[in-house]
């Protein structure tokens, strides 16, 4: 910290107590008292440097031993300021620091200690070391920035508030490497005694710093709230980077609220907000206010904020209850980037007094809305024939809508097992994610399984509905598997599920079988260009055949049991269809639009069968066994 003495006498100032002698052989005549400390001192070297001191000692009544007793009240740092402005009449040796200057500048104002009561004095001093040390200098410009808290309305009047912070935002919005500046580490060799870099032995006034532009976070995270947000604000009309602004806040908003850096110990979740005395914990409404004031200053930008951060912001704004409008605020910013967001980011809990669910989801519809606003804007309204389900699920890299839609997911099945948790609720979530956001259903079918476990009272009625919300479809064949044998389904999903398994597996036979036909014919083709000399082919050619015939004699086991499922369904349904009437079965047939599945299925096999399969004889008993199981098919419709 960097400074600068005044005076050459040496101190002629003893300590007694509670009282300040001076030492110089001659009797005080007039004690000033300021607070709970008493200077018994000499008239003239004070009215000789301040107007004010000189008015008041001729105001003041004589006394016999020694002369008036005068009071000072409401001195800048009391008793200790006034002891250096004592010394600096006296002419004794005294040190101007970064520390005391604010003070000094203050009470020599406040004094009137100006050139007509002597060449030099105070005011000029404090004024010449401010504008030539101080405010070159970042350390120096920090320290001083931070006594102006105590006397704040009076440092604006003076403007050395403003001038400290323009000070430190020129230097944090310039990069000292644009002008051939050193940048060294922190207290590295190439430092002058005032904290500033040196530069072929001139001192720069930089402050020495790191290559990152995160150098002054640390720094400005000292200061109090108020001026820290002048700070911020001056430093945004100079143009500075929003994601530097955003940095700085958040570096701000870890220090001081509690709870959002879990990693940090207590000590460091020490606050200095004013007026909250420096070591002490932030109350509940000087968090709030600095919650008010971070959702204020933080840029309305994506990818700005770390997504966990807003998340952090967002449950202690709900615990404290703050403004509804930084609530809002905050939701928008989470919605933004919801993306981005994990599944514990979204587990929030409930802190309303009705308790009426474990964790928030009325909050995580409102998120989720947001991000759907925001999407369409950004997208120009995807719909379902945009996005591709094949290339969704080959790519490594998914869209934000469907990042969302399995995030989504995972909640609806970490929040199901909730015994309070409503049916129109959990529905209202599931649903408000677009049908083309989920290239598979599977995870919103496990969330429907853990609700249907949890509830087990729903009616049949509520069951369908809640089982309509998923496209049977959409499911993967694992969980096609574990569908058809889940008893919590409604039989009408179970039978869905079975015949779309069925249609799943059929389709792929098929597939396979071209493959097959087509292989065999390139090999053909192959062996007549190439000749008897290529043997290797011909081995590997009987290698691929195998694989396929594992394949395809899998698939027809399968289809087998496929078919004893459908055979038990069907009775079962006979013997529901016994007691509600002979029609039971029909009506269920057409709901379910069997017939109609039936002939695409007929036609697709009449498609296939066109293809040349004399050369093959596994082709043939792929598609005799595909004929035994539309006939099964169609025997089960045509009851």
């Known amino acids: ?370 991000f759907l606003a925001v999407d369409q804007i950004n997208e120009g309204g995807a719909s379902p024939c945009s996005i591709d389900d094949e290339q969704l699920i080959g790519s490594p890299s998914l869209p934000p809508i469907t990042m969302v839609a399995k995030l989504i997911d995972g909640y609806l099945a970490e929040v199901a097992p909730d015994v309070n948790l409503k049916l129109p609720k959990f529905q209202a979530l599931a649903a408000a994610v677009p049908d083309y956001a989920r290239p598979l259903d599977d995870g919103l079918y496990r969330a429907i399984d853990i609700y249907l476990k949890s509830h087990p009272w729903l009616g049949e009625s509520d069951r369908e509905q809640l089982c309509r919300l998923m496209d049977c479809q959409k499911l993967s064949l694992e969980a096609c598997t574990h569908a058809a044998q889940n008893e919590r389904l409604p039989l009408r999903i179970i039978v869905q599920v079975l015949f779309f398994e069925q249609l799943q597996l059929r389709t792929s036979i098929a597939g396979c079988f071209l493959v097959s036909d087509n292989l065999d014919g390139s090999r053909q083709l192959r062996s007549g260009v190439v000749g008897s000399n290529e043997g290797g082919w011909g081995t590997s050619a009987v290698r691929e055949n195998q694989v396929l015939k594992v394949g395809m004699d899998n698939m027809r086991m399968r289809v087998s049991e496929l078919e004893k499922e459908c055979s038990n369904m069907k009775q079962e349904i006979e013997k529901l269809g016994r007691t509600k009437g002979s029609s039971a079965w029909g009506s269920v047939s057409k709901k379910l639009g069997f017939k109609l599945k039936s002939q695409m299925c007929s036609a697709q096999e009449g498609s296939v069968s066109k293809q040349q399969y004399s050369g093959n004889r596994k082709g043939e008993k792929v598609k005799n066994s595909m004929g035994k199981q539309n006939k099964s098919i169609d025997a089960i419709s045509n009851e």
């Open 1 to 370: 910290m960097a400074c600068v003495k005044l005076g050459s006498k040496t101190d002629a100032f003893q300590r007694q107590g509670q009282a300040w002698f001076c030492t110089s052989g001659l009797p005080s005549d007039v004690i000033v008292e300021v607070g709970e400390m008493s200077f018994h001192l000499h008239k003239f070297p004070l009215l000789s440097r301040s107007g004010v001191m000189e008015r008041m000692i001729a105001e003041a009544p004589e006394e016999q031993e020694e002369g008036g007793v005068i009071t000072i009240p409401n001195i800048p740092g009391g008793a200790k300021t006034f002891e250096l402005v004592a010394k600096f009449c006296y002419g004794v040796k005294l040190e101007l620091t970064a520390s005391n200057v604010v003070y000094l500048r203050y009470a020599a104002e406040r004094l009137e200690m100006t050139e007509e009561y002597g060449e030099g004095n105070l005011i000029s001093q404090t004024e010449a070391f401010l504008n030539q040390v101080v405010l070159k200098s970042w350390k120096d410009s920090l320290m001083a920035l931070q006594t102006c808290d105590d006397v704040l309305f009076h440092t604006d009047e003076l403007h050395i508030t403003r001038r400290c912070i323009e000070s430190l935002a020129i230097k944090a919005c310039n990069d000292p490497s644009l002008f051939g500046w050193p940048i060294i580490e922190h207290g590295g060799p190439m430092q002058s005694p005032g904290g500033s870099v040196l530069w072929n032995g001139i001192s720069t006034g930089a402050r020495p710093k790191n290559s990152s532009l995160d150098w002054w976070y640390e720094d400005a995270a000292t200061l109090s709230l108020p001026l820290y947000t002048r700070l911020i604000s001056v430093m945004e009309s100079r143009g500075i980077k929003q994601e530097i602004i955003a940095g700085s806040v958040t570096s701000y908003a870890k220090r001081y609220i509690p709870g959002l850096n879990r990693r940090q110990g207590p000590s460091e979740a020490s606050s200095r907000l004013a007026p909250v005395a420096l070591g002490t914990t932030p109350s509940e409404d000087e968090q709030k206010l600095l919650l008010e004031e971070i959702d204020r200053m933080l840029p309305m930008q994506k990818s700005l904020v770390p997504t966990k951060f807003l998340f952090g912001l967002l449950r202690t704004s709900m615990i404290l209850r703050v403004n509804p409008s930084c609530i809002s605020n905050l939701e928008k910013r989470v919605g933004m980037q919801l993306d981005q967001a994990t599944l514990e980011d979204l587990l929030m809990p409930n802190f309303s007094y009705s308790m009426e669910t474990l964790y928030n989801v009325d909050c995580i519809q409102r998120i989720l809305e947001h």
